[in-house]
């Protein structure tokens, strides 16, 4: 439901030396892909209710270094990309990853296109953002490199564990993004609106799936215990307490139509009240008959508060109700809301029994307990992984397009830096991943 910011680089040598970890960035799935998230479709869509709280954990683009790496990584070398950009590529191979040959004009892609996006268009600009960040080119190339590395690394792995998702299997998972949605088409309109087609979606779709598939065959863990779950809502007990969960009605009118029409309206869903307060109909099969919001098909059920982000509107009413309690006609930016409280998650003390725990609450905590021990134990995994692989990186060119003397950091405005400090190695991995 959419109701819901000083040294000069030396010239290359013919040297090569192992890659150190030190600048690696682990591939985890919140760095693989781009989520939607609530705000997104927020923003885009205040005008439209849709179910929102349920949004599938899906990807919402596809890296396109993701999907080069992948489709390379058997040919023996990752080639040099194509440049119109007005700068000079020098050739040569960066590094070499178990033989795969990375060129030096992929890592320069990449890089420039970071610097370029971020606007730092002179070299004084550069030097200081790099400055502001703790890197030098050389550095930042690394971490490049290590980014670039881990794909490969992780492309092999799933070759190895014969890791494939099948055209059913995205049909699935696109489905169930739809059926958040008054329409498919609906749906479409709305991705469209943030960037994205239904083609480059159900590739994201696909590559998530893939990435979820390698962390359970290389980081397999353990369903958490009703005790870690119990220590969980505990720990977050701030967060949770209170939580309402509910369902409603909603009958649909534009902000600015006319007041004959915003009155139809009201008077429609008063009528609606009117009758389930009658008794002459449950506020399920009335949301189901008669709300025009994409949760209608689960009798208006739109989750928890804490999980969600309702309209001002509707939380102020949510806020006054109590388990059972059904509200009057709630005006918000997309028309009258009935609103039913469902449920209420209230913890005196502290929870000491699993039962005290909405199933459905249980589910998430338990969710965001596995994943966090998921990442750690595939972590774990891909440093082994890296220190056992046979990584050579070889040394900068000196003429390649993105080297600066580093004296000229801090010769230009300070606030050539500081917009950039905050975003320094994410940044270069997110170049490096395609992001």
């Known amino acids: 439901m959419s109701m819901n910011k000083a040294n000069t680089p030396g010239a290359q040598k013919a040297t090569s030396r192992k890659r150190s970890d030190k600048n690696a960035h682990p591939r985890t799935a919140s760095q693989q892909v781009k989520q939607p998230t609530k705000a ?51 050739g ?50 690394e971490s490049v490199i290590d980014s670039i590395a881990d794909q490969l690394l992780v492309s092999q792995a799933e070759r190895d564990n014969n890791i494939t998702v099948s055209d059913e299997e995205v049909d699935e998972a696109w489905q169930e993004a739809v059926a958040n949605y008054d329409s498919e088409d609906a749906f479409i309109e709305l991705l469209s609106q943030i960037g994205y087609t239904e083609e480059t979606y159900r590739e994201s779709l696909s590559q998530n799936l893939m990435t979820q598939k390698l962390y359970d065959a290389v980081a397999p863990v353990d369903d958490p215990t009703d005790d870690e779950i119990i220590a969980y809502a505990n720990e977050n007990l701030d967060t949770y307490n209170g939580a309402k969960r509910s369902s409603h009605i909603l009958i649909k009118v534009d902000s600015e139509a006319d007041d004959a029409t915003k009155e139809e309206a009201k008077q429609k869903a008063q009528d609606i009240l009117d009758q389930i307060n009658a008794g002459e109909i449950s ?88 994943s966090t021990k998921q990442s750690a134990a595939y972590n774990d995994w891909l440093t082994k992984t890296r220190e056992e692989a046979d990584i050579q990186i070889n040394d900068m060119p000196s003429d390649v397009p993105y080297n600066v003397d580093m004296s000229k950091a801090g010769s230009s405005s300070d606030d050539a830096d500081s917009s950039g400090a905050d975003t320094g190695t994410d940044s270069a991995s997110g170049s490096a991943d395609g992001e």
Not at 130 to 138: F, H, K, N, R, V
């Open 283 to 370: 506020f399920e099969d009335a949301a189901k008959e008669y709300s025009e919001d994409g949760s209608a098909s689960n009798g208006g059920d739109v989750g928890w508060d804490k999980l969600s982000s309702f309209v001002e509107a509707y939380q102020t009413a949510l806020d006054g109700l109590e388990k059972g309690q059904i509200s009057g006609v709630v005006e918000s930016d997309y028309g009258y809301h009935i609103i039913q409280c469902t449920d209420v998650f209230s913890v005196d003390g502290e929870v000491t029994s699993i039962d005290q725990i909405p199933e459905d609450l249980r589910d998430t905590f338990s969710s965001s307990i596995k």
């Open 92 to 141: 040569g191979v960066a590094a070499t990853v178990n033989g795969v040959k990375i060129t030096e004009d992929t890592v320069t892609e990449q890089i420039m296109s970071t610097r370029s996006s971020l606007g730092y268009d002179s070299d004084e600009d550069w030097a200081n953002y790099l400055a502001s960040s703790g890197m030098t080119p050389e550095s930042y190339r």
């Open 40 to 90: 997104d479709f927020k923003r885009e869509n205040r005008k439209k209710m849709g179910t929102g709280v349920k949004y599938v954990l899906v990807a919402i683009g596809v890296l396109a270094m993701v999907l080069s790496v992948t489709s390379v990584a058997c040919s023996g070398i990752l080639n040099q990309v194509s440049n119109s950009n007005g700068y000079e590529l020098t």
